[in-house]
Structures are given as structure tokens and as C-alpha cells.
């Protein structure tokens, strides 16, 4: 079954908060909307690391004599880590101040990136993250680098779909009756507490149901990393930075 789109999840939310749904009603709908978005950030801050909040395996290439490389994704949050292939080394992260200690002048490295990274991040003038990652020694040539990151999962098209599978949606829609009970009842106190009630029973219950796969993953990947020697858990990574 496919993961749920946001028109889906919001017609729904909308329905199991008191059958509210007006296609025609554009500034409930927007008002979901942002509900909705809410929502998948609370969710995300629970279960940051998870393989649900993360994006693996991107490539992009090195410029020679170029000190970095700049991803093009917009829905970054942090670049957990970063490798590439020639030499089979994963990098070093460490901080742009550190990145600046090491090497002030990077005209003065040249070679493969194999000893470390910097992520540095601005804000562009329409309101995206800009990334850069700046690599020691500075690229000497054309080179593929792999880079994993936590992705923003909030949904900015009705055609986007969840990064959750359908089977936690139930935890979506608990979630989201509180917070819109809130904005279109607020007077209703007792409706809204039991919202809230509600809402915590199901954030009970589908967390322990997500984590319990994360800690699995977790085994398995710290059984491989015993037996090759160099696995990297993803999921400590993110969980710990």
C-alpha cells in the first residue's frame, strides 16, 4: 500500500475531527494545511534518526580546485555524513571553525577528499537552506561523493506523500484533532482535552511501535559493523548529533 498524500491525509484529518471537510473552503483547508505540517514536525523531533526521517546514498561531484561542493536538496536538515568510493573512506566530520584551523588556505591541499568535512548553511533570499560542505584536502579532480542526510519531512504539495507509511496515519490524525480543536473550537475545553488525552494514548502507541523497528535496524547494523570492522550506524549517527 502507498505511503498517504497530504490531500488524502487532510480530507481525512478533517473528517475524524467532526466531518469538517469543505473542498471549496480554502482557508480551512490552508489551516489544516499548516496543521498537518505541525504535526509531521513533532512527530520528526520523536523519532529523529529513524529510517523514515532519513535520505541515503546521494551523489555529487567535486570541482577540481574547488574547495566544496553544494547540494542542490531543499529539504535538509542536517548532513550526517559524507564519503566517496576511490579510497573507500568515510570522512571525518568536523566543525567550519575547525575546517578553518586546519586549512586557511585551501589552494594549499590538493588531492582526494579523505580526511574530513564541514557543513556550513545559509539562507537563501526566497527563504531555502543553502548547504555547502568544504573538503579536506580540496578536490584535485572530478570526483563522485556520497552523502546521507535528515530530511525535513513536512509536505508542501496536496501530491506529496508521507514519509510514514499509512499504517501510523491513525497517529497523524490523533494528533491533528487537539491542535484544530484548538484554532476552530478553542471555547470547547473539554473537547480539547480529550483530544489531548486522546493524542497522547496514540503518540504512546505508535512511537513504541516505530522505535521497536528502529532498535531492530540497530541490531543488525551493529552486528555488521563487528563483523566488517567499519560500519557506521545511521541511526546512532542522527540520533546523537
Given at each position: 500500500?502507498?505511503?498517504?498524500?497530504?490531500?488524502?491525509?487532510?480530507?481525512?484529518?478533517?473528517?475524524?475531527?467532526?466531518?469538517?471537510?469543505?473542498?471549496?473552503?480554502?482557508?480551512?483547508?490552508?489551516?489544516?494545511?499548516?496543521?498537518?505540517?505541525d504535526?509531521f514536525?513533532?512527530?520528526?523531533?520523536l523519532?529523529k534518526?529513524?529510517?523514515?526521517?532519513?535520505?541515503?546514498?546521494?551523489t555529487?561531484?567535486?570541482?577540481?580546485?574547488q574547495?566544496?561542493?553544494?547540494?542542490?536538496?531543499?529539504?535538509?536538515?542536517?548532513?550526517?555524513?559524507?564519503?566517496?568510493?576511490?579510497?573507500?573512506?568515510?570522512?571525518?566530520?568536523i566543525?567550519?571553525?575547525?575546517?578553518?584551523?586546519?586549512?586557511?588556505?585551501?589552494?594549499?591541499?590538493?588531492?582526494?577528499?579523505?580526511?574530513?568535512?564541514?557543513?556550513?548553511?545559509?539562507?537563501?533570499?526566497?527563504?531555502?537552506?543553502?548547504?555547502?560542505?568544504?573538503?579536506?584536502?580540496?578536490p584535485?579532480?572530478?570526483?563522485t561523493?556520497?552523502?546521507?542526510?535528515?530530511?525535513?519531512?513536512r509536505?508542501?504539495?496536496?501530491?506529496?506523500?508521507?514519509?510514514?507509511?499509512?499504517?501510523?496515519d491513525?497517529?497523524i490524525?490523533?494528533?491533528?484533532?487537539?491542535?484544530?480543536?484548538?484554532?476552530?473550537?478553542?471555547?470547547?475545553?473539554?473537547?480539547i482535552?480529550?483530544?489531548?488525552?486522546?493524542?497522547?494514548e496514540?503518540?504512546s502507541?505508535?512511537?513504541?511501535?516505530?522505535m521497536?523497528?528502529?532498535?531492530?535496524?540497530?541490531?543488525?547494523?551493529?552486528?555488521?559493523?563487528?563483523?566488517?570492522?567499519?560500519?557506521?550506524?545511521?541511526?546512532?549517527v542522527?540520533?546523537?548529533?
Amino acid at each position: 500500500m502507498p505511503n498517504t498524500t497530504r490531500s488524502t491525509l487532510r480530507t481525512n484529518a478533517l473528517r475524524k475531527a467532526g466531518n469538517r471537510y469543505n473542498a471549496s473552503d480554502t482557508t480551512l483547508l490552508t489551516i489544516a494545511d499548516d496543521i498537518l505540517n505541525d504535526v509531521f514536525g513533532m512527530i520528526q523531533s520523536l523519532i529523529k534518526g529513524h529510517p523514515f526521517t532519513l535520505d541515503i546514498g546521494n551523489t555529487i561531484s567535486t570541482v577540481a580546485d574547488q574547495a566544496y561542493v553544494e547540494p542542490t536538496e531543499t529539504d535538509i536538515i542536517e548532513i550526517l555524513q559524507v564519503y566517496q568510493r576511490v579510497n573507500d573512506r568515510k570522512m571525518k566530520q568536523i566543525t567550519y571553525t575547525e575546517y578553518i584551523n586546519m586549512v586557511p588556505d585551501p589552494t594549499r591541499t590538493s588531492g582526494n577528499p579523505d580526511i574530513a568535512w564541514a557543513p556550513t548553511m545559509t539562507v537563501d533570499v526566497t527563504g531555502n537552506n543553502d548547504w555547502r560542505i568544504y573538503l579536506i584536502p580540496t578536490p584535485s579532480s572530478a570526483l563522485t561523493l556520497y552523502y546521507d542526510y535528515l530530511k525535513d519531512i513536512r509536505l508542501t504539495t496536496d501530491a506529496a506523500f508521507c514519509a510514514i507509511p499509512p499504517t501510523y496515519d491513525g497517529w497523524i490524525y490523533a494528533e491533528f484533532k487537539p491542535l484544530f480543536y484548538e484554532i476552530l473550537e478553542s471555547n470547547n475545553r473539554s473537547r480539547i482535552a480529550d483530544a489531548r488525552l486522546a493524542a497522547k494514548e496514540a503518540r504512546s502507541l505508535y512511537l513504541q511501535a516505530i522505535m521497536s523497528q528502529a532498535d531492530r535496524i540497530q541490531q543488525v547494523d551493529s552486528y555488521r559493523g563487528s563483523r566488517d570492522g567499519h560500519f557506521d550506524n545511521l541511526y546512532r549517527v542522527a540520533k546523537t548529533t
